[in-house]
């Protein structure tokens, strides 16, 4: 065998071997991807302040078990769940959107099964009861323009004792709702950002969550970047990340 065969020999068994790692890579981050974390990235308000324009969070997948939207594109391979868990009130939660069964959204579990939620003027009810709640400090919000304004920020507590924050922008029609009953394997979302999240208040937009549609639970935030600059671009780090947001629960 002549030396230039030899090299040719050489060249297509580390050629072989490179294709062999990344298909091994790809398989091994889908499985990951699949049955333990997802990158999400926050593209909207819905969630302030909990969660910012910018954040980037692990999701876990194996917080409620696995259904058919825990594999990419969500192929019809099973109905309901494997290893199924329930969520809890006030976690916080990707599905899929009921409408198209495709489009993640990201919200906070508000009503389980069987519940019945309303708001009054402002202020959620659980069961005809309502969810305590406190004013606490403003959040303070940069605008488009390039002003700050302050928004009226509460501390929300659920009976079963999980607390956050929730914004209140100003009266709308979501302030006032008629009463939800939550059907039976099925949950109601909504956004901390009140008077700015399309959930399952809005029936006809995203309403009540079927279990089967629940991603993940969301877990950690591991970057933080404002401004409107893209991870990758490091060069803006100094003044857009938000360091003080790295690799914090949620």
């Known amino acids: 065998m002549s030396v230039s065969q030899d090299n040719m020999n050489e060249a297509e068994g580390g050629l072989g071997e490179t294709i062999k ?29 909990t969660l910012l324009v910018g954040d980037y969070l692990f999701v876990s997948k194996f917080s409620y078990g696995y259904s058919r939207y825990s594999l990419p594109f969500g192929p019809p391979l099973f109905k309901g769940r494997i290893m199924g868990s329930e969520p809890k009130r006030g976690d916080v939660v990707v599905f899929k959107l009921p409408r198209d069964n495709s489009t993640d959204y990201i919200k906070r579990v508000i009503g389980l099964p069987g519940d019945k939620i309303q708001m009054i003027e402002g202020q959620l009810n659980i069961n005809g009861k309502a969810v305590p709640r406190e004013q606490v400090e403003d959040f303070i919000e940069t605008q488009d323009n390039g002003k700050k304004r302050r928004v009226a920020r509460y501390k929300e507590t659920l009976p079963n004792g999980v607390t956050y924050t929730t914004l209140d922008l100003e009266n709308t029609y979501l302030d006032n709702t008629p009463v939800y009953e939550v059907p039976q394997g099925h949950y109601f979302m909504m956004g901390d950002n009140r008077d700015n999240s399309t959930d399952s208040r809005v029936l006809a937009s995203v309403g009540y969550v079927p279990y089967e549609n629940l991603v993940g639970k969301a877990q950690v935030i591991f970057f933080s970047i404002g401004d409107e600059k893209a991870p990758w671009q490091v060069w803006t780090w100094p003044e857009s990340a938000r360091w003080d947001r790295w690799f914090t629960w949620i």
Not at 22 to 46: D, T
Request: aromatic share 6%; no cysteine.
């Open 21 to 49: 790692v990344i298909i091994q890579a790809l398989i091994l981050a889908l499985v990951v991807r699949s049955l333990l974390f997802q990158p999400f990235s926050i593209p909207s308000g819905s969630m302030k302040s």
